[in-house]
């Protein structure tokens, strides 16, 4: 049993390794397509339930097939939606006004709703789980060193410093989103990205709008 684990590793180490060169290539398409379609625009439609739009698909029964793009996206998106959470944990227990606590229960939901669905499609693509991304600093991804800050700020910080965190992370989702519908194969995926997609649209939007949100500045 030990000699073919050391035999798996170098095979999960080489996999690995190309999975963060398609993650670059997706970041850097997501980026392009975010750039000519508005990074971070909140004036989309609102669609109803940020949770329902997320996962209105129920997990696939039937095996699906992911390229490296599909892949790249899941693993990315696996810890950012994780990273998010942990945020909204740490918020339970610190100040925030009625509304942002608010929004910060729907977004829980939405993203448990989203790892489900995003686990459901790695398993019906038969494709390992892979932490590739620890300890990464990737846009919009909430890591442990953020939430230190976070912890070590002050009660008066801590709303706007957590909805800075919370808006770049709903904001690089998009972004995200749409590299994976452009590049993407899988259309069980790619449709979920639509759904998330329009999920963050109005996430953003109730972040932006709510009463005593801070006016964002031209351009940002």
Do not use: Y
Not at 128 to 144: A, S, Y
């Amino acid at each position: 049993m030990e000699e073919q684990s050391s035999a798996e590793r170098p095979g999960r180490r080489v996999r690995a390794g190309r999975l963060v060169g398609v993650v670059a290539t997706l970041v850097a398409t997501a980026l392009a397509v975010g750039l000519t379609q508005g990074w971070g625009r909140t004036e989309q439609a609102p669609v109803p339930s940020s949770a329902a739009a997320s996962s209105a698909a129920a997990a696939p029964t039937a095996p699906v097939v992911l390229n490296g793009t599909d892949d790249a996206f899941i693993q990315l998106l696996i810890p950012m939606n994780e990273g998010a959470l942990a945020l909204i944990d740490q918020l339970d227990t610190r100040p925030a006004d009625p509304s942002l606590r608010a929004l910060l229960g729907e977004l829980r939901t939405a993203h448990q709703a989203e790892l489900r669905d995003l686990r459901g499609l790695l398993a019906a693509g038969n494709v390992p789980e892979l932490n590739i991304h620890e300890g990464h600093q990737m846009p919009g991804m909430v890591t442990d060193a953020r939430l230190a800050e976070l912890r070590a700020a002050s009660d008066a910080e801590v709303p706007s410093r957590a909805a800075a965190l919370i808006r770049a992370h709903l904001a690089q989702t998009v972004v995200l989103c749409r590299g994976e519908q452009e590049a993407g194969g899988s259309p069980e995926l790619k449709a979920l990205a639509g759904r998330i997609q329009q999920a963050r649209a109005a996430e953003l939007s109730a972040l932006d709008n709510r009463p005593g949100a801070p006016t964002a500045a031209p351009g940002g």
